[in-house]
């Protein structure tokens, strides 16, 4: 239950950072600053390239950073893209021909979704398919997609209305959203980073639920080292009686 409420909680939140507002509805976020529809969808289309990008970024640092880091920095500089760019709708609206208000607004989109493909885009499949063993993961990652899709479904009829309705006060439910993100995956996101798949069971059994700080150690890791320092200590201890053999017959 604990792995399908973190799976869960990791499809919607990656959902709720607003990504899928920014993609879908990209003409009518941008026209909120004054730019045309044909203009909009050629900046969205530089999005294709980040996100192979930022993808590419994440598959490399992945396993040297770690899944906790990730996600939660990545969800904070989220969030303060939304704030920054609420407040320049909220200044430079429509009607405003401050060309460089326009493109600081594009340029944080754009950041922000290279700094989505870093982090939450990707980890929110991958960290869900490692969480379960063989036996549990192909039902506790099909739940995760069905929460993926049913907060994307609501994301996209929720949205125009929303632009239409309250414009620039929309983006608050995604810095909230975002801010509320890294402090749960903060409080509640055990660190995989390294771990076998045969270590989750372990990690869930033995690894308290809030995990801040925590340095949990699976056992076959415990296992190993020990047995290289007994092989170090074995080996030591071969040289030293070869060492004392050829005093011996020195002498």
Same mark, same amino acid.
Request: charged fraction near 10%.
């Given at each position: ?31 909120? /600053?004054?730019?045309?529809?044909? $203009? ?7 999005? %294709? @390239? =980040?996100?192979?990008?930022? *993808? &590419? ?14 996600? /939660?920095?990545?969800?904070?500089? $989220? ?7 609420? %407040? @320049? =709708?909220?200044?430079?609206? *429509? &009607? ?30 991958? @960290? ?5 063993? &063989? ?17 994307n479904t609501m994301i996209g009829q929720v949205t125009p209305i929303a632009i239409t309705a309250i414009g620039w006060k929309y983006y608050v439910v995604f810095i909230v959203c975002n801010l509320t993100n890294a402090i749960f995956f903060w409080c509640y996101l055990p660190e995989t980073k390294g771990l076998n798949l045969e270590d989750m069971n ?50």
């Amino acid at each position: 239950m604990r792995r399908m409420i973190l799976v869960m909680a990791i499809q919607a939140s990656c959902q709720m950072t607003g990504v899928s507002a920014i993609q879908y509805f990209s003409p009518q976020i941008f026209a909120q /600053i004054g730019i045309s529809t044909g $203009l909009s969808l050629l900046l969205q289309s530089v999005n %294709a @390239i =980040i996100a192979f990008a930022g *993808t &590419t970024v994440c598959i490399l640092t992945i396993d040297s950073i770690g899944r906790r880091p990730l996600e /939660i920095y990545g969800c904070l500089f $989220l969030c303060a893209t939304f704030v920054v760019n609420a %407040a @320049i =709708i909220k200044v430079f609206p *429509t &009607t405003s021909h401050n060309t460089g208000a326009h493109w600081a607004f594009v340029v944080l989109t754009w950041m922000f979704n290279l700094v989505f493909f870093i982090t939450s885009g990707p980890l929110s499949w991958s @960290i869900p398919a490692e969480l379960f063993g &063989t036996a549990m993961r192909l039902k506790g990652v099909s739940v995760g997609a069905m929460t993926s899709f049913a907060f994307n479904t609501m994301i996209g009829q929720v949205t125009p209305i929303a632009i239409t309705a309250i414009g620039w006060k929309y983006y608050v439910v995604f810095i909230v959203c975002n801010l509320t993100n890294a402090i749960f995956f903060w409080c509640y996101l055990p660190e995989t980073k390294g771990l076998n798949l045969e270590d989750m069971n372990e990690l869930f059994r033995d690894h308290p639920l809030f995990v801040p700080g925590s340095k949990w150690v699976p056992s076959s890791e415990v296992d190993e080292s020990a047995k290289v320092i007994a092989r170090q200590e074995g080996l030591a201890g071969v040289a030293s009686k070869e060492k004392m053999a050829e005093f011996v017959e020195e002498a």
